[in-house]
Every structure is written in C-alpha cells, then in structure tokens.
C-alpha cells in the first residue's frame, strides 16, 4: 500500500463529502464489560458530530507505513469474519456482535484487572467505533490523472477504532440563570484512536483480504497481546524497537569503525533514497535488506569483516530475510549529536559540516563557524 492508495481512501473521510455509510459503536468499561451499542447513518449526523467521527477514523490512516501504520497478514486458516462484516455492511447483527467480542477480549488481554480500588478509579473506558463505506475505483488517464466521469470497479471496506475514553476533571461553569458559577459534572470524552484497523488492505485499486492495515498512534507499542486475542496475528517489533536494536547492533558489529563519517554517510544516502521514493507516489515505501545496508558501510569505507559481523548479527536480531522500513533506520529530517553533557541538533542537510578530532589524546567534536553565534539569543563572538 503506497502514499497515493492511502490519501485516496483519506479524501473519503472529508466531512462536507459524507461518503461513508454507517458507523457503529460498542462502549465498555474499563474490564471489558459492555456498556451500550449503537449504530448511526452517516447521513442522519450533526455537522459537528459528523467532523468529530471523521476525525477520529482518520487518526487511523495517519503516521509513516512501516512506523504507525503496518501491514499484517492473517494466517490461513483464518475464519471469514471480517469478510461477513464487510459484505453485509453492519447489517449481519450476529457477525458484528461477534467482532465486537473478540475486540473486547484484545483490550481486556492488554488491560487485565485492576490491582487496587485507586487503578479502577482511575482506569479509562474504551470506545470501539466501526464505519463502513463502498468506494468507486476512478480509471487514471495516460498521464495518471483521474477520470472523474468512469469508475471500473468498486473498493468496499470498514475502519476500526480503539479509543480510550477518560474522565474530564471537576470545574466550575458559569451558569447564566443564576449570574453565578457551579460545580460542572466532569464528563466521559472520546480521545483519539489508540489503535485501530483498516480491512481489507488497498493496493492500486485492489483488495487483499488477506490483510489489515494495522495503526497504533505509540510506534513503540505493537499491541501484542490486543492482536493475538483479537485475531490470533502475530505482531511485528515495533518501529521504535526495529530503531534500538538497529543501532546498537550497527555500534556492536562495527565497533570503533563505527564513526561518525561512517553514520554520516548512512544517514545520507539513505535519507536520499526515502526522499526519491516519496517523490513517486505510487511507490511503496522503501524497505532496506542487510544487503542494502552492508552496499552503504562498505561505500562508506568499512572493513569486510565488520560488514560480515553486521551481517551475523542481522539474522540473529531480525531473522534472515528481513527487511525494515528505511524510515526506522534513519530519521530523514533529524540529524542529533548527544554526548554525556549536551545534545547538538544539525540541519540533516548541513550534517557534513560535523567531523571529529584527537587533539593531544582527547576526542573532540567539530562544528566550523560560518556566521552569527547566539546563546540564548544573545549574540557572542568566537575570541580564542
């Protein structure tokens, strides 16, 4: 799933367009139990009620694929559920009742029972929100522009969203009648999405029902223990852990070869390639092999050796045949120096500038001087 299919599906939620059909909801407490049920046309809502479920379900396609938004496979022997679900629009009660079932058991498996009579009180109740919608496929002109007027086939498919619902905390209101201020109820509010899912997944105006495309809003939380329960998936290692264990494999593999002419050069060359493969909008997102990677440190001047080691450790960590997202490996738009008593941020693009240095036995970091010098916006002069 590409850029393109992903802002196809999120013009659909435009609130002034009202595409989708039907949301449903399934509210519980905070240890799963049922609270209420409901199911609203899309037609029949409020213009700001309308804007507020529209914001929520586009909370789900947002983020980077590969980080908050990742693809998961179903294994084969998987029911057809999801498919019922979808087919008849929300109208199966028994199959959406069975959906919202086994939704529950995946937020009870991430929150078990509260421990004390203070972690209930303070616990949050989840909201579970579906919306349906049926979307004409435009045909694309030789120049890949749509064709407004001819659609040659359609894209059914439903979002789901996982909201925690918090308590609002006690305040005072100004009540005109009385010219006075009261004591305000605290109130249950929706937050945003924590996880959700979008099925079946898009790919150039194709449904693979075989797929969801999974969105945690934390990147360092693959929910784990939500997919098995839910849907007996297993989940990937989060973006933000494939980042850690990226680093410190590159750091123990490389060793003192692992310098910062080296990371410089990492950074960017694959900064680059993310930068021409968001250029093309069909593209997928780019994904790096160990192969991709070792092409990278041995331009960069690393021993065979320390590629090899790389290589090893690769395979231990992330299995042989992987490949992760670049986005996980570098940060296109962030280039950080931290040393144990400062933390220096560089224009990516201005990274080259950086380079270290022994002097008389110590190691020192570089940075020329072209132009103004401030400290904490007061301007200061280089005097040694």
């Not at 092999?289 to 090899?308: I, N, Y």
């Amino acid at each position: 799933m590409n850029q393109r299919d992903l802002a196809e599906i999120r013009r659909r939620l435009n609130p002034d367009k009202r595409n989708p059909s039907q949301i449903c909801g399934c509210y519980v407490d905070h240890i799963g139990n049922p609270i209420t049920s409901f199911s609203l046309p899309v037609a029949s809502l409020y213009e700001q009620e309308n804007q507020a479920y529209m914001t929520i379900f586009k909370k789900v396609l947002s983020g980077q694929i590969g980080q908050n938004l990742t693809p998961l496979a179903f294994p084969t022997e998987i029911d057809d559920l999801l498919l019922r679900v979808r087919d008849t629009a929300f109208r199966d009660d028994t199959a959406l009742e069975t959906l919202f079932t086994r939704l529950i058991s995946g937020i009870r498996a991430e929150h078990p029972d509260m421990q004390s009579v203070e972690d209930a009180q303070n616990a949050e109740n989840w909201l579970i929100l579906l919306m349906h919608d049926d979307m004409d496929v435009r045909k694309r002109d030789n120049n890949e522009e749509i064709d407004y007027e001819n659609s040659d086939r359609a894209f059914s498919y439903f979002l789901c969203a996982v909201c925690p619902v918090k308590q609002d905390k006690p305040a005072l209101r100004y009540v005109p009648s009385d010219s006075c201020f009261h004591e305000r109820v605290p109130e249950w509010l929706a937050n945003a999405p924590a996880l959700g899912f979008l099925f079946p997944l898009y790919e150039s105006g194709a449904a693979d029902v075989n797929t969801i495309l999974f969105y945690s809003k934390d990147s360092k939380n693959a929910h784990e223990a939500f997919l098995k329960a839910a849907f007996d998936i297993q989940a990937e290692m989060p973006a933000a852990e494939q980042t850690d264990h990226f680093q410190a494999l590159l750091a123990q593999a490389l060793g003192t070869e692992c310098s910062l002419d080296v990371v410089q050069e990492m950074h960017g060359v694959v900064s680059e390639l993310i930068e021409e493969q968001k250029n093309d909008k069909e593209a997928e997102p780019l994904m790096l092999s160990k192969q991709d990677v070792v092409r990278v440190l041995t331009d960069a001047g690393v021993s065979e050796e320390k590629t090899e080691a790389f290589q090893k450790g690769f395979d231990a960590t992330f299995g042989a045949g992987t490949v992760l997202p670049a986005v996980n490996i570098v940060a296109p738009k962030q280039f950080k120096v931290d040393l144990p008593s400062v933390s220096i941020k560089v224009d990516p693009k201005q990274a080259d500038l950086l380079e270290t240095r022994v002097i008389d036995g110590r190691s020192y970091l570089l940075i020329p001087i072209d132009g103004d010098i401030a400290v904490n916006g007061q301007p200061v002069f280089a005097t040694k």
